[in-house]
């Protein structure tokens, strides 16, 4: 297993070697495209650097990455905290489903992003209307997640419980919720990765601040450099709070 995993990762930094050394050749090794069409990795190097110590547009990168963050954290927690409970409750009690599933149904097959004309008239450009849909966004991973967990709970605990004399509550909370609770977690973490995708998409449109906002000022302005330098920022913050994630899903379920 060690051997694989080693092999793994070391195919995967000479994928990203080879990824970098493909870029540097068609701009600064050979010229084969502008820096207008695609900056070098040195140009994006040296605009990284300087947008770490200088403002851009009125803004801070710390400020920019705070700001994304915050509204990402608040508007996902909502939607953990409205989204688990609901979806359990949906597959735990069939008439809580009825009244519920057919709103769930409707709504879930629309974008996120679709929501930021509504959060730009009920919210203006402040950042309660990107916490709004962001809240959309993780909303609806938690709910079918959760929902799709109790549903296909293991009926031979739950009648072994009933017969013990157990009440319909105590089996929800000390026997179905800690037996579906990684599936809860993957909706969760599910949840966090949509939310931070909608974040970005809500900054190109309605913010005066966060990475989406720094990230087309500099289209605007034509700047790719700071295009990549923040396309770049958004990935690898997407990719460690997935990382985070991750651990923490795993450590939760080795408690249980």
């Known amino acids: 297993m060690d051997y694989r995993r080693d092999c793994s990762s070391l195919w995967s930094i000479v994928s990203i070697v080879a990824a970098l050394l493909l870029w540097y050749a068609v701009t600064d090794g050979f010229g084969l495209v502008s820096s207008l069409t695609l900056p070098s990795p040195a140009d994006v190097v040296s605009r990284a650097i300087w947008l770490a110590t200088h403002t851009y547009n009125g803004t801070t990168l710390p400020q920019n990455l705070f700001a994304s963050l915050s509204v990402v954290l608040i508007g996902w ?66 709910i079918i997640n959760a929902y799709g967990a109790v549903v296909g709970r293991d009926p031979i ?6 017969c013990l004399g157990a009440s319909d509550k105590r089996i929800l909370r000390s ?19 949509s939310a931070w995708m909608t974040v970005v998409a809500a900054e190109l449109v309605a913010s005066s601040a966060g990475l989406g906002y720094m990230l087309v000022q500099a289209q ?13 920022i958004i990935g690898l913050v997407g990719g460690l709070l997935s990382i985070t994630f991750r651990a923490l899903e795993r450590r939760i379920r080795g408690g249980f």
């Open 77 to 142: 927690m909502l939607g953990v905290v409205i989204g688990v409970p609901l979806g359990v409750l949906m597959g735990w009690n069939e008439r809580i489903r009825q009244y519920v599933s057919p709103v769930i149904e409707l709504l879930r097959p629309i974008p996120p992003p679709a929501w930021i004309p509504f959060a730009v008239l009920w919210f203006g450009i402040a950042p309660s209307g990107r916490i709004f849909v962001i809240f959309i966004s993780a909303l609806m991973p938690c």
């Open 157 to 162: 605990l739950v009648d072994a419980a009933r």
């Open 175 to 193: 026997i179905v919720v800690p037996t579906v609770s990684s599936d809860i977690l993957a909706g969760i973490r599910i949840a966090i990765g």
């Open 220 to 232: 605007y302005a034509i700047q790719p450099s700071i295009v990549l330098v923040s396309m770049f």
